[in-house]
């Protein structure tokens, strides 16, 4: 009920911004929009019991993980694991500061995804624009994305419009 209601203020600010004439009103009107969206630290608000921190016990316990933490992981991941489509409750996925390159087509079947923390994967060239099929999906944090221009975020701004990419 709680994301309903952070995307019903999301859409009714961002309409009222749209007929907003004062430039310095239509940029208090974002500030608000980004706070509607539910912005906190994956997995923070996770019950400690649906919270995982490797994938082979995520496996284990497929129906009960809904947060998965890899982030900082020895070795480091260069993809995330096709595996991860297994988790069909996983509302947060972090996997933030390895090496990721590709995310897998598999990520699909995450259809409860919520929060997908890629952050610090400077091997990651784009989004891919399959990523926008997933219904749940409200926040992509993408800090520390360093070889990113500030053309290339505004784009991928652009075409994942709904969904809020976290640069900073």
């Known amino acids: 009920m709680k994301k309903f209601f952070s995307v019903l203020v999301a859409v009714l600010i961002t309409m009222f911004s749209v007929y907003a004439q004062d430039e310095q009103i239509t940029q208090e009107l974002a500030s608000v929009v980004s706070l509607a969206v ?14 995982f921190h490797s994938i082979e016990k995520a496996l284990a316990n497929k129906e009960n993980v809904y947060c998965l933490v890899l982030s900082f992981g020895s070795p480091k991941f260069t993809a995330i694991p096709k595996e991860v489509g297994q988790l069909v409750n996983l509302t947060c996925l972090d996997i933030s500061f390895n090496r990721v390159a590709v995310i897998p087509e598999e990520i699909l079947q995450c259809q409860q995804l919520y929060c997908l923390d890629l952050s610090g994967n400077h091997y990651l060239q784009d989004l891919p624009r399959f990523l926008k099929q997933l ?12 070889l990113w221009s500030e053309a290339k975020k505004q784009q991928l701004r652009n075409e994942f419009s709904g969904i809020y990419l976290e640069f900073e």
């Open 38 to 51: 539910d912005t906190t630290e994956c997995c923070v608000d996770c019950d400690l019991q649906k919270q």
């Open 135 to 146: 219904p749940n999906l409200k926040v992509i944090r993408l800090y520390d994305m360093t």
